[in-house]
Protein backbone atom coordinates (compact mmCIF):
# COMPACT_ATOMS: atom_id res chain seq x y z
CA UNK A 1 0.00 0.00 0.00
CA UNK A 2 1.12 3.30 -1.03
CA UNK A 3 1.47 6.02 1.90
CA UNK A 4 0.84 9.39 1.03
CA UNK A 5 1.43 12.94 2.58
CA UNK A 6 -2.49 13.73 5.00
CA UNK A 7 -4.88 16.18 3.07
CA UNK A 8 -5.30 19.02 4.82
CA UNK A 9 -9.06 20.62 4.84
CA UNK A 10 -9.90 24.23 5.57
CA UNK A 11 -13.13 25.42 6.56
CA UNK A 12 -13.84 28.01 4.56
CA UNK A 13 -16.69 31.07 5.82
CA UNK A 14 -18.74 30.22 2.79
CA UNK A 15 -19.05 26.14 4.03
CA UNK A 16 -19.91 27.67 7.51
CA UNK A 17 -22.63 29.22 5.94
CA UNK A 18 -23.97 27.00 3.96
CA UNK A 19 -23.89 24.15 6.89
CA UNK A 20 -26.08 26.85 9.09
CA UNK A 21 -28.51 27.47 6.52
CA UNK A 22 -29.15 23.72 5.63
CA UNK A 23 -29.45 23.23 9.81
CA UNK A 24 -31.95 25.66 10.79
CA UNK A 25 -33.91 24.95 7.17
CA UNK A 26 -33.96 21.29 8.40
CA UNK A 27 -34.70 22.46 12.18
CA UNK A 28 -37.78 24.39 10.94
CA UNK A 29 -39.00 21.00 8.90
CA UNK A 30 -38.92 19.04 12.29
CA UNK A 31 -40.52 21.50 13.78
CA UNK A 32 -43.75 21.75 11.48
CA UNK A 33 -43.69 17.84 11.41
CA UNK A 34 -43.85 17.53 15.49
CA UNK A 35 -46.56 20.27 15.42
CA UNK A 36 -48.37 18.43 12.64
CA UNK A 37 -48.06 14.99 14.58
CA UNK A 38 -48.60 16.46 17.77
CA UNK A 39 -52.02 18.30 16.11
CA UNK A 40 -52.79 14.54 14.43
CA UNK A 41 -52.26 13.06 18.13
CA UNK A 42 -54.60 15.35 19.63
CA UNK A 43 -57.11 14.25 17.18
CA UNK A 44 -57.36 10.81 17.53
CA UNK A 45 -57.37 11.23 21.13
CA UNK A 46 -60.05 13.57 20.85
CA UNK A 47 -62.42 11.28 18.62
CA UNK A 48 -61.44 8.21 21.03
CA UNK A 49 -63.08 9.81 23.96
CA UNK A 50 -65.71 11.82 21.54
CA UNK A 51 -68.56 9.47 21.43
CA UNK A 52 -66.58 6.21 21.10
CA UNK A 53 -65.93 4.98 24.97
CA UNK A 54 -63.51 2.15 23.77
CA UNK A 55 -61.07 0.68 26.27
CA UNK A 56 -57.74 0.27 24.47
CA UNK A 57 -57.18 -3.49 24.42
CA UNK A 58 -60.95 -2.87 22.01
CA UNK A 59 -59.12 -0.17 19.56
CA UNK A 60 -56.11 -2.45 19.19
CA UNK A 61 -58.26 -5.26 18.33
CA UNK A 62 -60.43 -3.62 15.94
CA UNK A 63 -57.08 -2.27 13.97
CA UNK A 64 -55.56 -5.60 13.95
CA UNK A 65 -58.73 -7.44 13.19
CA UNK A 66 -58.86 -9.72 15.86
CA UNK A 67 -62.67 -10.26 16.79
CA UNK A 68 -62.75 -12.62 20.07
CA UNK A 69 -65.21 -14.98 20.94
CA UNK A 70 -67.21 -14.58 24.41
CA UNK A 71 -66.30 -17.25 26.94
CA UNK A 72 -68.16 -19.82 27.49
CA UNK A 73 -69.28 -19.48 31.12
CA UNK A 74 -70.70 -22.33 33.29
CA UNK A 75 -69.20 -25.68 34.35
CA UNK A 76 -67.24 -26.09 30.60
CA UNK A 77 -64.98 -23.58 31.32
CA UNK A 78 -63.79 -24.97 34.23
CA UNK A 79 -62.78 -28.16 32.23
CA UNK A 80 -58.57 -27.92 33.32
CA UNK A 81 -59.33 -27.60 36.91
CA UNK A 82 -61.58 -30.92 36.97
CA UNK A 83 -64.33 -29.73 38.43
CA UNK A 84 -67.22 -31.71 36.57
Known amino acids: MLRRKP ?4 LKLDDIEEFESIRKDLE ?3 KQRED ?3 AAAGEEAAAALGS ?3 SREQMI ?3 I ?3 PQPKAGGRAAHF ?3 EF
Open 80 to 82: GTF
Open 28 to 30: GRR
Open 65 to 67: GYK
Open 61 to 63: NER
Open 36 to 38: ADA
Open 52 to 54: DHK
Open 7 to 10: TRLE
